[in-house]
């Protein structure tokens, strides 16, 4: 019988002892072994006999005892930062009763509570205020009247009598004692509102367009993809314990821009058409594209990563995109624990790898330019008043002066929207808020008790494009006075200058650009200056988002307040004099380079 070869058997050593240099390799080979880690396996069998072989599933009797030190997603304990240590130690969900202790002892929190309480929603905000501050969760911006009649209680009877509008859509309520802060919480609650992971390593209010179901323009209503993004991170505890803040915003594609690309996660409506949907292996109809890492705070809009997805889609997708960053995020350092630094590490395609082998379906890919193009955003289009698609309706969009309202103001307005409108209102990004369903012959109306009220609605304002961040008064971090400094600039400027155009001016009072002065027609970075430290501001010009996107480049430095009055307004009569027909600033300012836009501004003519 003849005997059958192994395979590759050419290739097998010849039978006999080892060489000289066959043993000299092999010695080489284990002492590498050795030294790369390598533990020999000694088991003791039930029969009493010492085996060397690993797979008859006994323990290794050689090797150490010693435990692995505990990690977090693959960072060891030892090398996390102070605030992941204190997330290991409890989760910040889990201390309703050292609110209560707080509560009753009317005691403000130490450093590790204070980063407990935000996951709650109250933010210890001294020294600037030796209080407390609620923000809130309102998902797509919308809110109820009754819901404004409550919040309005509450700031009356808890807090400052105020309320901020914020560039997330959102409320928060300042000065309000320790003691009060649990029947806050509660009251909250029963207005069917929540603020539950709205500070810290949580995923921050899901922002929409808001004019979502009422914009004639809009390729789909945003607002329920909102809300269920809004509920799945409320019912999701892992997502309480990201490595640090994320943003995630829908926009609809019709005439507002939401400024979307601001976010860590941006969903952009757009329609594809039959030969682009060929070419992308997908129906033709409506879908969303994704956009990574804003983060203007760095300079850095989102990014187009040629992904496409489907409406119902968009939720699992940021489920996914969440608990990537949650499994890659840097827990050492936090000023490196934003997506964009994960992105910088594994790239776009390496990161969009993680999150897609979590779902259960494949994203389409196409280029952006296959899409249709989106129809041009109204600049400012969330101020004035504009027809709905619904027939004899309109919305009107109200300045709120910074973003600041009086518990009266609120009232007011809530009254206002019951009586003109459905009893509805909506937030927008820009700190002013949107009155919709008003009916034709109620407009006239509405306006006029606007401007009664202290508010008002006209879009080509100074005070209509004013964005600031709470500045010194609420912030520690802040280096100028942005609210008070806001209205100031405004009424001086509406006194002497006559704007046909809009324009937006974005006062933030530190580099971490919680008003994103880079993305502002004017941007305003608060500054110390000069040896006495008087309140001032770097003055940027030429930022802009969405289909104007930029980053605002800097014009002049450290300009006192009083200086900084006069200083704008040579600016703006600059522009008027010297634009093209139908300019607006934004674009005057791109056509420049700086040293023109300087000798223009500086002119006393």
């Not at 072989?53 to 030190?69: F, H, I, M, R």
């Not at 009107?396 to 003109?420: D, H």
Request: aromatic share 8%.
């Amino acid at each position: 019988m003849s005997t059958v070869p192994p395979p590759n058997s050419s290739l097998l050593p010849p039978p006999g002892p080892f060489t000289v240099g066959q043993k000299e390799y092999l010695a080489g080979f284990m002492a590498g072994v050795m030294q790369a880690g390598f533990v020999p396996f000694v088991g003791h069998t039930a029969a009493g006999t010492i085996t060397s072989k690993p797979s008859s599933g006994l323990p290794n009797a050689a090797a150490s005892t010693e435990p692995a030190e505990p990690n977090v997603y693959g960072t060891p304990v030892s090398e996390l930062s102070k605030p992941e240590l204190w997330k290991l130690e409890q989760n910040g969900l889990d201390l309703w009763d050292r609110l209560i202790a707080h509560a009753e002892r009317d005691q403000l929190p130490d450093e590790q509570n204070t980063f407990y309480f935000r996951y709650h929603g109250m933010f210890y905000v001294g020294p600037a205020q030796e209080s407390l501050m609620l923000r809130m969760r309102i998902p797509a911006g919308e809110l109820t009247a009754t819901q404004m009649d409550g919040l309005a209680d509450v700031a009356q009877d808890w807090g400052g009598g105020y309320l901020d509008c914020t560039t997330r859509a959102n409320l928060q309520i300042r000065q309000i004692a320790p003691r009060n802060m649990v029947k806050v919480l509660l009251r909250l609650q029963e207005l069917g509102l929540t603020a539950k992971g709205s500070g810290v390593d949580n995923v921050r209010n899901i922002t929409a367009t808001p004019t979502a179901g009422i914009d004639r323009d809009e390729l789909i209503d945003t607002r329920a993809l909102a809300k269920a993004m809004h509920h799945y991170i409320l019912n999701n505890r892992d997502l309480y314990g990201l490595p640090r803040k994320f943003n995630i915003s829908f926009d609809g594609g019709g005439a507002i821009d939401t400024a979307a690309d601001t976010n860590d996660v941006g969903f952009i409506a757009v329609e594809v058409g039959e030969a682009a949907a060929k070419t992308a292996g997908v129906e033709p109809g409506v879908y969303f594209r994704l956009e990574l890492c804003g983060i203007t705070g760095h300079q850095q809009f989102a990014k187009d990563v040629g992904v496409l997805v489907r409406p119902e889609q968009t939720v699992a997708l940021g489920a996914a995109i969440l608990r990537a960053f949650n499994e890659t995020g840097d827990r050492t350092n936090r000023k490196k624990a934003r997506l964009k630094y994960v992105v910088d590490r594994l790239g776009y395609d390496g990161f969009l790898a993680l999150a897609e082998a979590k779902l259960d379906f494949k994203l389409a890919r196409l280029p952006l330019d296959q899409c249709e193009p989106r129809p041009r955003a109204i600049p400012h289009g969330h101020i004035g008043v504009y027809r709905q698609k619904q027939r004899g309706l309109n919305y009107v969009g109200v300045v709120i002066p910074v973003g600041r309202i009086s518990a009266k103001q609120m009232r007011r307005l809530a009254e206002l929207s019951r009586n003109y409108g459905t009893g509805e209102i909506r937030l927008t990004v820009w700190q002013n808020l949107i009155i919709p369903n008003v009916p034709d012959g109620f407009v006239e109306t509405l306006k006029r008790n606007l401007v009664r009220m202290g508010l008002h609605h006209e879009a080509s304002s100074i005070s209509g494009g004013l964005v600031a961040c709470t500045g010194a008064s609420g912030c520690k971090w802040a280096a100028a006075h942005t609210k008070e400094h806001a209205v100031e600039l405004a009424r001086y400027l509406e006194k002497r200058c006559a704007l046909d155009l809009p324009i937006n001016i974005h006062l933030t009072g530190c580099p971490n650009s919680c008003a994103q002065h880079y993305m502002g027609d004017i941007g305003l970075l608060g500054t110390k200056v000069g040896p006495d430290k008087r309140e001032g501001y770097h003055v940027y010009v030429g930022g802009g988002f969405g289909q104007d996107q930029g980053v605002a480049r800097e014009l002049f430095r450290s300009v006192s307040f009083e200086s900084l009055k006069p200083t704008v307004e040579k600016m703006l009569r600059g522009y008027l004099r010297h634009r093209e027909k139908g300019e607006n600033f934004q674009a005057f300012t791109r056509r420049h380079d700086m040293s023109a836009l300087q000798g223009i501004f500086s002119n006393d003519e």
